[in-house]
T-cell receptor
Framework: DTGVSQDPRHKITKRGQNVTFRCDPISEHNRLYWYRQTLGQGPEFLTYFQNEAQLEKSRLLSDRFSAERPKGSFSTLEIQRTEQGDSAMYLC???????????FGQGTRLTVV | GDSVTQMEGPVTLSEEAFLTINCTYTATGYPSLFWYVQYPGEGLQLLLKATKADDKGSNKGFEATYRKETTSFHLEKGSVQVSDSAVYFC???????????FGAGTQVVVTP
């Protein structure tokens, strides 16, 4: 399977714990995006990378959130001190630079209890 | 601020019926426009796109035309199948790096 893969698919955590998600983009794709989707809503942009450079962070991304893309390959999204409001589907997408033609992973569903 | 608005669902149709999902946007400039589809249990997939005014995107029997004058990008299919049951998202670019702004999604249910 050469699509975008995300791990884990599901994560249940207690409030206050830290969690980390991983995204493996399509191998030749230089752009990588993170989005968050809550029930009944469309995905909302969180951050994106051009190779290893993080180009923009949404205001949705509080100081508790951090994302990395070492060496321009896989990416991680870490949430520290999770809150119930962080419960959502976290989506990763990658593209080769053709604007908007992003390929999405199946997402990581986070539940904070 | 700029936005993407699409009709609320669920939209329930019988097989072979005509489907329209309305999408309008507000934006400065001329964004590229997209329809993404999410089938049950799967990730978002690009369905079709249009990059400039009057462009028509098409795929799998679906079509949408970029209408600058009405700032719309309505999705249509002439004869739906049960396999078209999914959630459809309208989206626009917000910059030259491919960042997308999505509508809330419209669930389509096609019954035999």
């Amino acid at each position: 399977d050469t699509g975008v893969s995300q791990d884990p698919r599901h994560k249940i955590t207690k409030r206050g714990q830290n969690v980390t998600f991983r995204c493996d983009p399509i191998s030749e794709h230089n752009r990588l995006y993170w989005y968050r989707q809550t029930l009944g809503q469309g995905p909302e942009f969180l951050t994106y990378f051009q190779n290893e450079a993080q180009l923009e962070k949404s205001r949705l991304l509080s100081d508790r959130f951090s994302a990395e893309r070492p060496k321009g390959s896989f990416s991680t999204l870490e949430i520290q001190r999770t809150e119930q409001g962080d419960s959502a589907m976290y989506l990763c997408a990658s593209s080769l630079g053709t604007v908007g033609e992003a390929f999405f992973g199946q997402g990581t569903r986070l539940t904070v209890v | 601020g700029d936005s993407v608005t699409q009709m609320e669902g669920p939209v329930t149709l019988s097989e072979e019926a005509f489907l329209t999902i309305n999408c309008t946007y507000t934006a400065t400039g001329y964004p590229s426009l997209f329809w993404y589809v999410q089938y049950p249990g799967e990730g978002l997939q690009l369905l079709l796109k249009a990059t400039k005014a009057d462009d028509k995107g098409s795929n799998k029997g679906f079509e949408a035309t970029y209408r600058k004058e009405t700032t719309s990008f309505h999705l249509e299919k002439g004869s739906v199948q049960v396999s078209d049951s999914a959630v459809y998202f309208c989206a626009r670019t917000t910059d030259s790096w491919g960042k997308l702004q999505f509508g809330a999604g419209t669930q389509v249910v096609v019954t035999p």
